[in-house]
Nanobody, 124 residues
Framework: QVQLVEFGGGLVQPGGSLRLSCAASESTFRWNAMGWFRQAPGKEREFVAGISWNGKWIDYADSVKGRYSISRDDAANAISLQMDFLKPEDTAVYYC?????????????????WGQGTQVTVSS
């Protein structure tokens, strides 16, 4: 079974930045779309950002568009999520996920492997 691990979560003040990374063993998701999801306390998990297998198609949730940036580095077998201008409502556990195919999807059902999650807290 594929194992994904997220890094980079932590505490940041409103307006600040964090960069999350997701890593796996060599060639784990070379041919897969990848995505980031998040789950805030008391709320359901939601799509944040996704990137196609070759990095040429990217999608963002409206709530983070213009503030977050997803990228992938297949040589390092990793994806990243750069988060800028963070808001308290961005506070959540962030999850890295592997897509079942090549294309980006906002639907959890199109992902078949998940990381353990990393906590992001935005607070003064």
């Amino acid at each position: 079974q594929v194992q994904l691990v997220e890094f980079g979560g932590g505490l940041v003040q409103p307006g600040g930045s964090l960069r999350l990374s997701c890593a796996a063993s060599e060639s784990t998701f070379r041919w897969n779309a990848m995505g980031w999801f998040r789950q805030a306390p008391g709320k359901e998990r939601e799509f944040v950002a996704g990137i196609s297998w070759n990095g040429k198609w990217i999608d963002y949730a409206d709530s983070v568009k213009g503030r977050y940036s997803i990228s992938r580095d297949d040589a390092a077998n990793a994806i990243s999520l750069q988060m800028d201008f963070l808001k308290p409502e961005d506070t959540a556990v962030y999850y890295c996920a592997r897509g079942t195919g090549l294309a980006v999807s906002q639907n959890e059902s199109q992902y078949d492997a998940w990381g353990q999650g990393t906590q992001v807290t935005v607070s003064s």
